[in-house]
């Protein structure tokens, strides 16, 4: 985004609470001799243009979203009600994934390690066959 100095504070505020409090850096003045660089979270970037006096045009690049998913902006997620098995299962029977794709895929929707959701998955995989026995 590009933003004249006068509505730089407006500008932040909103995209703070529009977007929450993502990665941002604000570039001033660019190709110029006093070029300057602001970088940190939203939050930060709002203080900061509550202390100084803003001079020059700003470019700003936010942080996008993590997961475009619609479901993650309503802050529900769809595998949430699912236990970790039920999870990967899920995967591989839905969209017929290995083990190893499907541990990767829920690993990456819990963002979990896939070592660790590899190792919960199998526990609990064989805590289901003691009881089913």
Not at 23 to 34: D, N, V
Not at 57 to 73: M, P, S
Request: hydrophobic share 35%.
């Amino acid at each position: 985004f590009y933003e004249a100095p006068h509505r730089l504070k407006e500008t932040l505020a909103l995209m703070y609470d529009i977007f929450g409090n993502r990665r941002i850096a604000l570039g001033r003045e660019l190709t110029k001799r006093f070029e300057e660089f602001i970088r940190g979270d939203l939050s930060d970037a709002v203080a900061w243009a509550e202390e100084h006096d803003i001079r020059g045009e700003f470019c700003l690049i936010v942080e996008g979203a993590r997961d475009g998913n619609k479901q993650e902006q309503e802050g529900e997620e769809w595998w949430q009600p699912l236990s970790l098995v039920e999870h990967v299962d899920y995967y591989i029977r839905e969209h017929s994934l290995s083990v190893k794709e499907a541990v990767k895929q829920a690993a990456s929707d819990r963002n979990m390690s896939k070592r660790d959701v590899y190792r919960q998955y199998h526990q609990q995989q064989e805590e289901e066959k003691k009881e089913f026995l």
